[in-house]
């Protein structure tokens, strides 16, 4: 093989080690070392028929010289094959030793999945795959142990062509920089924030924050994420979104199943009786068709909530929005410019009224009634015990089971009663019975405030505060004071009025 262009310049900057050097009638032959004896090479120029060597030749002349790892079988009979027709054989690499190769390079190992394009479907035992939900990444907590620094590995070892051994060689270590979220303890990189990781190969942290850039379909998938997320487009129908500290959506969103442990804010919801919101802070939407939402705080619906199922255990603000079919609950009271629907749709409103207790209430009924069931079934087999004397097998693992869940419901009942004390306390303080006609009461509107509930009869229109007759039925039809004016305040100012009118005839008559 002849030596390619720039070869030479290349071994200038090698210092050569020449093992033999010879001028005979025969030829003119070089043989050296390179590249601190990891090349052998070889330069022969014939000076007669008889300058050709043999590859015996060759390789007692290699062997002579120490030469005895790498030798290329191949190059040398390349090089005979070149001397046999007269030509000069130069620079021939007749053999070549092995460079240490580096180990694997030191590495973050994470033990959870960064945010990342590719999927990761998740299959039910039965083989199905849900595709949307992709799993772009882990959700992780406060302390919880992100990955652990790898250190670099010892790679393979080298040779020269003398057979030297040449030492292993290290990989690089990663030199991993730990962003805002997280922090190094010792070689553990662990989470300071509840969020996801981010990891770009040298710089891993932890955001609480999750942006989808347009809609969420089929190319983002179901959101579960423990921070705050925002679409800056719509949710289509059937894709759900769970955030813990905050969810704000640009667009619309359709049949879905929307929760936050955080505030809210959405376009607007169209539920078609199956799309549901439940919100643990505050929530603002433009509109609610036939959506049912649960709500912890404060909600201000700017445009109309519309054959909806509303759960408030704050205030309900539409100051110039209507409400039109289905039932509205708010602790906090409600203000609404308009209700009732022309079609004659029942439109329910509860004010100062506690679905929390109701809905609590409820769960306890139920689990009671399984209770009384089960404990009937334990009864049955305990008096089969009674007469019989002994129980089989099957009727031994039913009681054992029947006696765990009893235990479990008692728990379940315990953990109720204590959510519905919580919830009494709070409504003491919270409630307030009122609600703010702006403009337009329809005639067929269900009201309940307190332990009072009215069907109005007639349409009323004007703006006018609403709150609960305590001394008699029915309600007080006020003029319009603020939500922050409560019931009470207005309740006590009546009482002063009366009390004051009663004072007053009592002198005349007198």
């Known amino acids: 093989m002849s030596e390619a262009p720039g070869a030479a310049a290349g071994r200038q900057g090698n210092q050569a080690e020449i093992l033999l050097e010879e001028d005979t009638e025969r030829h003119t ?47 040398i009979q390349a090089m005979c094959r070149t001397l046999a027709k007269g030509k000069t054989a130069g620079n021939f690499l007749l053999a070549e030793g092995q460079l240490p190769q580096p180990g694997p390079d030191g590495y973050l190992e994470l033990f959870v999945k960064t945010s990342s394009d590719l999927p990761d479907y998740t ?45 292993a060689v290290s990989g690089k270590p990663l030199k991993l920089n730990v962003g805002a979220g997280a922090r190094l303890e010792g070689e553990k990189v662990v989470a300071d924030l509840e969020g996801r990781v981010l990891f770009d190969g040298k710089t891993v942290s932890v955001t609480e924050e ?16 423990r921070g705050f997320v925002q679409v800056r487009g719509d949710v289509l129908d059937d894709f759900d979104i769970h955030a813990v500290k905050g969810l704000q959506v640009n667009g619309n969103v359709g049949v879905c199943h929307i929760s936050c442990a955080g505030d809210i804010a959405l376009g607007g919801m169209a539920g078609l009786g199956r799309g549901t919101i439940t919100c643990g802070g505050n929530l603002a939407v433009t509109y ?16 109309e909530i519309r054959n909806s199922r509303v759960y408030c255990s704050g205030t309900l603000i539409l100051a110039n929005g209507n409400i039109f079919g289905g039932e509205t609950y708010a602790l906090g009271g409600i203000e609404v410019k308009n209700v009732g629907a022309v079609s004659g749709i029942k439109t329910r409103l509860y004010a100062g009224i506690d679905y929390t207790q109701i809905k609590l209430a409820e769960q306890l009924d139920e689990i009671q009634m399984e209770f009384i069931e089960l404990n009937d079934e334990l009864a049955v087999l305990s008096q089969q015990l009674k007469v019989n004397k002994f129980l089989g097998p099957d009727d031994k693992k039913k009681v054992l089971a029947l006696t765990k869940r009893l235990d479990e419901i008692n728990q379940t009942k315990a953990a109720i009663n204590e959510k519905m004390q919580a919830a009494r ?7 307030n019975g009122k609600i703010n006609i702006k403009a337009r009461l329809g005639e067929g509107v269900v009201l309940n405030i307190g332990e009072n509930a009215e069907e109005i009869k007639l349409e009323r229109n004007g703006a006018v505060s609403i709150i609960e007759n305590r001394k008699g039925s ?35 008559g007198s």
């Open 474 to 508: 029915g309600f007080h039809f006020l003029p319009l004071t603020p939500l922050a004016k409560t019931a009470q305040a207005l309740e006590e100012e009546l009482q002063e009025e009366e009390t004051s009118e009663e004072s007053g005839n009592l002198e005349w």
């Open 29 to 75: 032959l070089r043989l050296e070392l390179l590249k601190n004896a990891h090349e052998c090479r070889c330069s022969i120029t014939p000076k007669s028929k008889d300058g050709q060597i043999t590859k015996e030749e060759v390789a007692e002349l290699l062997a002579a010289q120490g030469i005895i790892r790498g030798v290329n079988e191949g190059q």
């Open 210 to 225: 999750y942006l989808v850039q347009g809609d969420v379909d089929l190319s983002v998938g179901n959101i579960d994420f």
């Open 288 to 303: 609610l068709n036939d959506v049912t939402v649960e709500c912890a705080g404060d909600m201000v619906v700017k445009n």
């Open 425 to 431: 306390a709070f409504a003491t303080q919270h409630a």
């Open 123 to 167: 299959e039910d035992e039965d083989g199905n795959i849900d595709f949307r939900t992709l799993n772009f990444f882990s959700n992780v907590v406060p302390d919880q142990e992100i990955g652990i620094l790898r250190p670099p590995q010892l790679g393979d070892e080298g040779y020269t062509v003398r057979g030297d051994i040449l030492p």
